[in-house]
C-alpha cells in the first residue's frame, strides 16, 4: 500500500471525519500526511471540528491508523482493492463534485471509457413496465458505448446493470450502499460477481461495514457524480431516485431524464414531478444523446471485449459491424442528418442513432451539431 493511500484510507476510517472536513483538514494541515499527524490544537482550528470534538477525532485517528493496515489486507482477501483520490483510476468526473469519497473499494476495473457513464436508477419495487424499460435503455446505452451505473439495489438497478450486460461489450458499474465485502440484498450476490467481471462493484464504506438507512443517500451522491446524466425510470414522491435526481441537477449540474409511466401507477409520480419541474422527457435512446452534449472521445477510441476485460485486447477503430460500415459508407466531409442517413442505409431510427454514437466514441464519426454527423477523417 503506498504511503498517500494508507493516509487517506486512516482518514476516511476516522469517526467524525467525512468527505468534506477531511478535504478542511488536509488543507488546513498543508498535506494528507501532515493531516494524519495532527495534533488537537490543529484540529481545533479546522472549521467544524473546534474544541468540543478535537478530542474525540484524534483519539479515533490515531486508532485508524492501525485500522488501516488491517482494512487492506481484508480488501485483497475480499478480492478488492482501495484507491485514492491521488490514484490516476480514481474517477475524474467523481472528483469534481463537492464531497467526493477519500477513498473507494473496487471489485473489477475502472476504465478510461467510464468517463462516458449514464445512470439509471428507480424504484425496488418498480412494475413490470419499469424493470423492462430499465433493462431496454441499459442496453441501449451500453451498445451505444455507454457505462451504465447505478446502486445494485432490487427492482429498476438491477435490471440496469443486467440490461447493460446483455449487450456483448456492455458495461456497468454498481455502486454499493455497505462495504464491498457484503452482499446486499443478498440475492444480487451472483450478480455482482458477473458485474466485477465486466465492470466494476464499488464502494466508500469499510470493507465489512453493514447496509445501514443512512448509507444510500450519500451513495446517491457517488451514482450521480460518476455519470454524465441521470435517468429516471419509476419511483414515487419520497423514492431515494428523486434525491440522486436532484443531487446530479442542483450539485453536480449534470442532465436529468425521466421516463414517463402511467397515470394510475404511484411510481410514475416520481419522473413525472421531474418532467413538470424541467427534466428532459425520455423515450429512446436519441432524447439522452441529444442532451448530452460532446463527450469525451478520446476515452473510448477503443473498446475492450467482453470475454475477458483483463487479458483481452482492445478492439481498434477499424473493427466496424456491417451496420457501421454501412453508416459510414453513406457519410462524407459534408455534414448529413440523421434522417437523411436513415433513408440511404435502410436503418430504424434507433439503430442509426446507436451506431453513430458508437462510432463517434470509436473517433471514426464527428457529431457536427444535434442530429447531423461527418466523417472524423477523410
Known amino acids: ?21 477531511g478535504r478542511r483538514l488536509v488543507e488546513t494541515a498543508g498535506g494528507i500526511e501532515a493531516a494524519c499527524a495532527a495534533d488537537a490544537k490543529l484540529l481545533r482550528t479546522v472549521e467544524g471540528i473546534g474544541t468540543a470534538k478535537s478530542s474525540q477525532i484524534l483519539r479515533s485517528l490515531r486508532e485508524a491508523e492501525s485500522t488501516a493496515e488491517a482494512e487492506i489486507t481484508r480488501a485483497a482477501e475480499a478480492g478488492a482493492r482501495i484507491i485514492c483520490s491521488d490514484d490516476s483510476e480514481y474517477p475524474s468526473l467523481l472528483q469534481s463534485i463537492p464531497d467526493p469519497p477519500l477513498v473507494l473499494y473496487v471489485k473489477g476495473t475502472i476504465e478510461p471509457r467510464d468517463l462516458n457513464g449514464v445512470a439509471i436508477v428507480g424504484s425496488r419495487r418498480c412494475s413490470y413496465y419499469g424493470r423492462e424499460q430499465s433493462e431496454r435503455f441499459a442496453a441501449l446505452l ?74 444510500f443517500p450519500r451513495r446517491n ?94 478492439i481498434p477503430i477499424i473493427s466496424l459491424t456491417d451496420q457501421q460500415k454501412l453508416i459510414l459508407s453513406h457519410l462524407g466531409p459534408e455534414a448529413a442528418g440523421v434522417d437523411q442517413i436513415m433513408e440511404l442505409s435502410g436503418l430504424d431510427a434507433p439503430v442509426v442513432m446507436s451506431e453513430l454514437t458508437l462510432l463517434c466514441l470509436k473517433g471514426a464519426v464527428r457529431r457536427v451539431d444535434g442530429q447531423t454527423f461527418t466523417l472524423a477523417r477523410k
Open 221 to 314: 451522491r457517488i451514482v450521480s457524480g460518476m455519470s454524465r446524466g441521470v435517468l429516471v425510470i419509476e419511483g414515487d414522491e419520497r423514492s431515494g431516485a428523486l434525491i440522486t435526481a436532484r443531487q446530479a441537477c442542483d450539485d453536480h449540474g449534470r442532465p436529468v431524464f425521466a421516463l414517463p409511466g402511467r397515470v394510475d401507477n404511484k411510481m410514475s409520480i416520481g419522473p413525472h414531478l421531474l418532467i413538470r419541474d424541467g427534466a428532459t422527457l425520455v423515450t429512446g435512446l436519441a432524447d439522452i444523446i441529444d442532451s448530452l452534449g460532446p463527450l469525451p472521445t478520446q476515452a473510448m477510441e477503443s473498446t475492450p471485449t467482453a470475454t475477458d476485460p483483463e487479458i483481452a485486447p482492445p
Open 142 to 215: 451500453a451498445g451505444a458505448g455507454f457505462t451504465v451505473i447505478s446502486g445494485g439495489a432490487r427492482g429498476v438497478d438491477s435490471a440496469a446493470h443486467r440490461g447493460a450486460m446483455s449487450h456483448l461489450q456492455g458495461r456497468t458499474i454498481a455502486v454499493l450502499g455497505c462495504g464491498i465485502n457484503i452482499a446486499y440484498p443478498p440475492e444480487n450476490a451472483a450478480l455482482f460477481e458477473q458485474i466485477a467481471a465486466r465492470g466494476a462493484v464499488l464502494s466508500e464504506y469499510p470493507i465489512d461495514a453493514p447496509p445501514a438507512a443512512e448509507n
Open 1 to 21: 500500500m503506498s504511503v498517500p493511500l494508507r493516509h487517506w484510507l486512516q482518514l476516511s476510517l476516522t469517526d467524525g471525519i467525512g468527505p468534506i472536513l
